[in-house]
């Protein structure tokens, strides 16, 4: 080969390297067909100045939500539906826009409020 021809084939699996990393949830959604009822276990990490009681956990697809109590919450929902972290919704003059992630049976979610994007006061 080429050094031109190599350097377009180092290129090409680069690229696709980092667009399956981007989409990697929605792969591992495509390949799983059926998705199991569970109790998923969430341990906040909280790295906010804020008390772990002030933070929920919710189900985006079924908008089902679980507050945390000793830093653990219990959410009913289906294997891979997507869940984030937001404020509880009795605070309603601000609101947290965690990332969103599949759901698993015992998974950790971080609560990081140094970045001033992810949430707002109104």
Known sequence: MDAGKVVVWV??????????YNFRYEI?????????EISAEITLDNRCEFRDSVMIVRDQDTDAFAKFYGG????????RNRVRLEFDPKYDD???FGTEFPAQEKMTL???CKNARKYIFF
């Open 11 to 20: 290129f090409g699996a680069t690229i696709a390297g980092l667009t399956a």
């Open 110 to 112: 971080i609560a990081d």
């Open 72 to 79: 653990v919450a219990i959410l009913k929902t289906k294997e």
């Open 94 to 96: 601000a609101e947290f």
């Open 28 to 36: 591992g959604d495509l390949l799983h067909f059926e998705r199991r």
